[in-house]
T-cell receptor, first 115, second 112 residues
């Protein structure tokens, strides 16, 4: 079974703090993604990576950065947390090119509260 | 602009009834996905639809894809309480690599 794990299920941080969210997958997938999920908005893509050290901006990258130093690990960084970044953060991974119909596998999510 | 619209956003139904969730998307796509999310849990893949006319069924759920109409449907047959969850459709766009654009989700509550 594919396993995608995230470092924390719940996190409380203060405005201005630097926040690290970690995601690890154990299936040697090339592609990894970070989304945020907000009620009524579905999932919105923040960043994704299709290879080690490669990254692409998603739809809402402002205020975030990412790091992928190893294939299995994809980190999301909030440089200076703000209250509007309070959200559920979901990591996902995807094998290969995705064009043959593989699906993204999601981690359990991190619920972040910024005070 | 890539847009995916789901409706309804909230659906309350009685056990045993049938209903359909609709997913419209704005730009031609080659792949459409349906996911299920239980409260407090992550997303679980239900169906991957790859071509026009594709139909997939799993238990009481059946998904179909009409690429010409840019429409996918998730049909629920004889609903049971265990189907209560949030359902998302997501569309992939070849020119954007593996990027998925998600609908807002449909919250389904099945009342016994």
């Amino acid at each position: 079974d594919v396993k995608v794990t995230q470092s924390s299920r719940y996190l409380v941080k203060r405005t201005g703090e630097k926040v690290f969210l970690e995601c690890v997958q154990d299936m040697d997938h090339e592609n990894m993604f970070w989304y945020r999920q907000d009620p009524g908005l579905g999932l919105r893509l923040i960043y994704f990576s299709y290879d080690v050290k490669m990254k692409e901006k998603g739809d809402i990258p402002e205020g975030y950065s990412v790091s992928r130093e190893k294939k299995e690990r994809f980190s999301l960084i909030l440089e200076s947390a703000s209250t509007n970044q309070t959200s559920m953060y979901l990591c996902a991974s995807l094998p290969g090119t995705g064009f043959s119909g593989e699906t993204q596998y999601f981690g359990p999510g991190t619920r972040l509260l910024v005070l | 602009e890539l847009k995916v619209e789901q409706n309804p956003l909230f659906l309350s139904m009685q056990e045993g009834k049938n209903y359909t969730i609709y997913c419209n998307y704005s730009t031609t796509s080659d792949r459409l996905y349906w996911y299920r999310q239980d409260p407090g849990k992550s997303l679980e893949s239900l169906f991957v639809l790859l071509s026009n006319g594709a139909v997939k069924q799993e238990g009481r759920l059946m998904a179909s894809l009409d690429t010409k109409a840019r429409l996918s449907t998730l049909h629920i047959t004889a609903a049971v309480h265990d189907l209560s969850a949030t359902y998302f459709c997501a569309v992939a766009y070849m020119e954007y690599g593996n990027k998925l654009v998600f609908g807002a989700g449909t919250i389904l509550r099945v009342k016994s």
